[in-house]
């Protein structure tokens, strides 16, 4: 069981920069791979990055690569999605995702960090 709340969403110019935070807690996340997930008004949720809890590994959208970088503080469990370079298509709510990489077992979400970027 993991519980994740977001924080760190909000309104920003474009070309600005926002840090959103993931706090997790609960068993041990040591095997998951955790991930930034966002969905747009009207829109499906996308997928934004990820990071592999074990060591470290990301990966990211092709939307946002070069721009964001997520990264985790393993000693505050925590996962962090620093954005720069802010565009208007970035406007949505963030979710923080937790896979746990094993079959039959469901992810967790948080409940969501809205960032809004204005032109």
């Known amino acids: 069981q993991v519980q994740l709340v977001e924080s760190g969403g909000g309104l920003v110019q474009a070309g600005g920069s926002l840090r959103l935070s993931c706090a997790a807690s609960?068993?041990?996340?040591?095997?998951?791979?955790m991930g930034w997930f966002r969905q747009a008004p009207g829109k499906e949720r996308e997928f934004v990055a990820s990071?592999?809890?074990?060591?470290?590994?990301?990966y990211y959208a092709d939307s946002v690569k070069g721009r964001f970088t997520i990264s985790r503080d393993i000693a505050k469990n925590t996962v962090y999605l620093q954005m720069n370079n802010l565009k208007p298509e970035d406007t949505a709510v963030y979710y923080c995702?937790?896979?746990?990489?094993?079959?039959?077992?469901?992810?967790?979400w948080g409940q969501g960090t809205q960032v809004t970027v204005s032109s």
């Open positions: 609960g068993r041990s996340f040591s095997t998951y791979t």
């Open positions: 995702n937790a896979d746990p990489r094993y079959s039959g077992s469901p992810w967790y």
């Open positions: 990071i592999r809890w074990s060591d470290g590994y990301t």
